[in-house]
C-alpha cells in the first residue's frame, strides 16, 4: 500500500480554496488537510496503471483498503489537475465506524474545470461513474468531494450518485455525459428510504449537470393547424447553430395542451452540413432544421395556446434528481443537460433551503418540485421551455425568483405550473417573481383548467404574491397589500 506526504511543491502549485461558505464552513485544500494530524492523503499522481486499471482505479484501491482497516481516520483521495481515467467505477466504500455511522473515501480536486475523472471506452458499464452507496451499518457522515468533473462518457448509467450520505459537503462538482436514455446525471439522497432512511444535512455549493454533445440552439418551427389537427410547420428559424439530427427532438407544448385529446407528434427534419465523432455514441450528423415530418396530427381545441419546442442533446430524464433527502442545503445548482427535467425534488424530500439555482435552455421542465417544505430563493430560469417550474408538491416557495427567455424560440412558455389536483396543496407560497423581458404570450401561471388570470384566485393551499406578468405591461399581479402608512 502505497501513502504519500505531500510535497512542497504539490503544495505550491495546489489552489488554495478556504473560503467561506455561505453556510459558515470552509473549503478544502490540501495543502490546508495536509497539516492536520491523523489524516491519510492519497495521491492519484503517485500510482501507475495496472493493466486495465488506470492511475485513479489503483489509488483508490489503496485508499478503499487503508479506510476498510482504518474507519476513524479521515481518508482523501487527491485528484491531479489533469485527466484521469477509470475503468473500475467501483462504488466508494461504506465502511462501518462501530457507532452507527460509516466512513468513506473523499475526494478533493483542483477545481472542476481542471481536475477531470473519464470513463473508459470498452470497460463495463455501471450505475455511476462515482457512486457513494448506503450503508446498513449507518449513514456516511463527514464526507467531502470537491472540485472535479466526472463524465460518464455515455457509457455509465449515471455520472454521480451521492446516496446514504449525512452531516457531508459537496463543493464545485461537475456531473455529466450520461448514457443515451439514463434516468439522470446526478443523483442525491437514498434509494430506499424504509431500510436506510433519509440523507440529510448534506451543504451542496456549486454543483453541475452536463452533456457535451447537442449545441443546436434557435430553431422556430410555427405550427399550422386544420380543425384542432397539426397539418404542418412553417420554418421561421433553422437555428443559431447546427443542431443533432440524432438528438433532435421536438414537441408541441403549451397552455392549450390541456385541450388536446390526442397530443400530436413531429419529428424534426434536418439538413446535412456535416459530422461530428462522440465515442462511444455513433457518428453524430449536424444541420439545421428545415421542417417536421408530421407522426399524429393529433386533436386540439385551444391551438392558439401551442407551440413547438425543439430541443437537442442526448436525451435523459433528470439532470439532477433528488430523493429521500432532508434538511440540506444546495447553493448555485445548474444543469446545463438535454434533460426532460433539469432539476428534480422528489416526494421524499422535504425542509430544504434551494438558493440561487441557474436553469438553462433545452429543458422541457426546469424544476420540477414534488418536495415538502423546500424553499427555492432566487431562482433564475433561463429560456423556459414548457414550464419554469411545475410545483405538484404539499407545500414549499419560490420567492426572488427571475425568467428570461428568448421570446422568438419560446413563444408560449409558462413560469409556474400549479396543476395538481384539487386537495394536493396546503401551505404553497410564490413571491416576488420577476422577468428581465417580456412578450405578450407567455403564462405566468397555469392550472390544471388553464392559463390563471389576474382576476382569478389562487388555487386552494397557495398564496400569490407580487407576480410580474412579463407581458411589457410593467402589471404586478396578486400584489401585496399596501396599508396606510
Known amino acids: 500500500m502505497k501513502r504519500l506526504i505531500l510535497l512542497l511543491s504539490l503544495s505550491a502549485r495546489m489552489a488554495i480554496a478556504q473560503g467561506a461558505l455561505p453556510w459558515g464552513e470552509q473549503a478544502l485544500s490540501v495543502p490546508m488537510l495536509a497539516t492536520q494530524p491523523g489524516v491519510a492523503l492519497f495521491y492519484v499522481s503517485a500510482y501507475a496503471r495496472s493493466g486495465y486499471h488506470s492511475d485513479y482505479d489503483m489509488a483508490r484501491q489503496a485508499a478503499d483498503a487503508y479506510l476498510t482497516d482504518n474507519p476513524q481516520v479521515p481518508t482523501y483521495l487527491v485528484m491531479g489537475p489533469d485527466l484521469t481515467e477509470t475503468c473500475d467505477a467501483v462504488p466508494l466504500p461504506s465502511v462501518s ?35 457513494v452507496s448506503e450503508s446498513t ?3 456516511v457522515t463527514n464526507a467531502w468531494f470537491q472540485g472535479f468533473t466526472v463524465s460518464a462518457n ?58 457535451n454533445v447537442g449545441v443546436g440552439n434557435g430553431a422556430i418551427l410555427t405550427p399550422e393547424w386544420r380543425a384542432g389537427a397539426l397539418v404542418g410547420v412553417v420554418v421561421g428559424s433553422g437555428g443559431l447553430s447546427g443542431y443533432t439530427q440524432q438528438y ?14 390526442i397530443v400530436p407528434t413531429l419529428t424534426p427534419i434536418l439538413s ?5 465523432n462522440f465515442p462511444p455514441l455513433p457518428t453524430v450528423d449536424y444541420g439545421f432544421v428545415t421542417g417536421a415530418t408530421i407522426k399524429n396530427p393529433g386533436s386540439c381545441s385551444n391551438t392558439a395556446q401551442l407551440y413547438i419546442l425543439i430541443q437537442d442533446g442526448v436525451p435523459v430524464m433528470y439532470g439532477m434528481k433528488f430523493t429521500n ?25 422535504a425542509r430544504n433551503s434551494v438558493i440561487g439555482e441557474h436553469t438553462y435552455t433545452n429543458q422541457t421542465v426546469q424544476i420540477l418540485e414534488y418536495g415538502t417544505a423546500n424553499n427555492h430563493v432566487n431562482a433564475y430560469f433561463d429560456g423556459p421551455g414548457e414550464y419554469g417550474a411545475a410545483i405538484y ?59 390563471l388570470l389576474a382576476t382569478a384566485p389562487a388555487p386552494s393551499g397557495v398564496s400569490l404574491k407580487d407576480i410580474e406578468r412579463c407581458d411589457g405591461s410593467n402589471t404586478v399581479d396578486w400584489p401585496t397589500p399596501v396599508g396606510p402608512p
Request: glycine share 12%; proline share 3%; net charge negative.
Open 393 to 451: 408538491g404539499k407545500s414549499g416557495s419560490f420567492s426572488n425568483s427571475i425568467f428570461s427567455w428568448n421570446s422568438a424560440s419560446y413563444p408560449l412558455a409558462v413560469g409556474y405550473d400549479l396543476g395538481a389536483l384539487a386537495g394536493v396543496y396546503q401551505a404553497w407560497a410564490i413571491t416576488n417573481s420577476q422577468c428581465t423581458n417580456s412578450t405578450a404570450n407567455f403564462t405566468s401561471i397555469e392550472t390544471a383548467q388553464g392559463p
Open 272 to 276: 446535412n452540413l456535416g459530422s461530428a
Open 325 to 349: 433527502i432532508i434538511m440540506s442545503r444546495a447553493w448555485n445548482l445548474e444543469s446545463t443537460a438535454s434533460s426532460y427535467y433539469g432539476e428534480a425534488w422528489l416526494r421524499s424530500s
Open 248 to 261: 433532435t427532438r421536438a414537441r408541441v407544448v403549451g397552455p392549450g395542451l390541456s385541450s388536446c385529446t
Open 154 to 211: 455515455h457509457v455509465d448509467s449515471a455520472a454521480c450518485g451521492f446516496y446514504g450520505l449525512a452531516n457531508s459537503t459537496v463543493v464545485d462538482v461537475s456531473c455529466g455525459n450520461a448514457m443515451v436514455g439514463a434516468d439522470h446525471e446526478v443523483e442525491f439522497g437514498n434509494l430506499d428510504a424504509n431500510s436506510m432512511g433519509q440523507a440529510h444535512n448534506i451543504s451542496i455549493y456549486n454543483l453541475k449537470a452536463f452533456d
Open 137 to 139: 451499518n449507518g449513514p
Open 97 to 131: 465506524r462501530g457507532d452507527g455511522t460509516s466512513s468513506t473515501v473523499s475526494i478533493i480536486g483542483y477545481g472542476s474545470g481542471v481536475s477531470n475523472m473519464i470513463k473508459v471506452i470498452g470497460c463495463p458499464a455501471s450505475g455511476a461513474t462515482l457512486r
